[in-house]
Structure formats: structure tokens, C-alpha cells
């Protein structure tokens, strides 16, 4: 069974830090491609960064590159995301994904429907 854990969100004044994780368990996490993606109420599910976890290719979304970068640890099977310069604009829910491809494409990798595997999500809240 897949899990996909996430944690590290919090509530920070803009211009700060925060560093996400997904810890995954039962998912053979070093073959296939993983990324993050962001909610608001109202909204779609947005991707903001993906990385192929064979190749450790990366891709952003034009919003946030330069102050989002996603990273993998192997040994420890977990993704992260450093995300500096936060925004109001960046307040959202936070999911890691996990999909049974490799990252073929940004817009391929950066769409939530290539997903089948999700975490339960990690609140970033940003103050302006």
C-alpha cells in the first residue's frame, strides 16, 4: 500500500521559509516521477514542481521558480520542497503525488491528473 505523508507546513509572514516533506513508504519511490502541487479552495489543484526520481530531472512552475526547489533523499525515501520568498499569494494546501511513469514533460509531470497516488495534504498559510 502506498503512503504518502506530508508535513512541514505552518503559518509564516511573507518573505519567509518553510521546507516541506513526504515521507513514502510501500512505493518503489526511486523509479518513478513525484511532485508537489497546491490547493485553494474554489481552485484546481495547481503543480508547482516535479522531480523524476530516476534521472532527478526537475521541473517548475513559472510562478514560483527561483524560489521553490524540489529535492529528493533516497535512504530516506522523502521528497522535499524548500520554498523561500513566500507570497500571500503561496498560501494554500500543499500535496505530494506519486505517479507509475517517469516524468515524460513539464506540462506532463506538472498536471495533477497523471497522478494516482496522494498525501493528505500540509497547510502553508503566508501573512503579508
Known amino acids: 500500500q502506498v503512503q504518502l505523508v506530508e508535513s512541514g507546513g505552518g503559518s509564516v509572514q511573507a518573505g519567509g521559509s518553510l521546507r516541506l516533506s513526504c515521507a513514502v513508504s510501500?512505493?518503489?519511490?526511486?523509479?518513478?516521477?513525484m511532485g508537489w502541487f497546491r490547493q485553494t479552495p474554489g481552485k484546481e489543484r495547481e503543480g508547482v514542481a516535479t522531480?523524476?526520481?530516476?534521472?532527478?530531472?526537475?521541473y517548475y512552475a513559472d510562478s514560483v521558480k527561483g524560489r521553490f526547489t524540489i529535492s529528493r533523499d533516497n535512504a530516506k525515501a522523502t521528497l522535499y520542497l524548500q520554498i523561500n520568498s513566500l507570497k500571500p499569494e503561496d498560501t494554500a494546501m500543499y500535496y505530494c503525488a506519486a505517479n507509475d511513469y517517469k516524468c515524460y514533460s513539464a506540462s506532463w509531470a506538472l498536471s495533477s491528473v497523471v497522478y494516482g497516488y496522494w498525501g493528505q495534504g500540509t497547510q502553508v498559510t503566508v501573512s503579508s
Open positions: 522531480i523524476s526520481s530516476g534521472s532527478g530531472s526537475t
Open positions: 510501500g512505493y518503489f519511490y526511486s523509479r518513478y516521477c
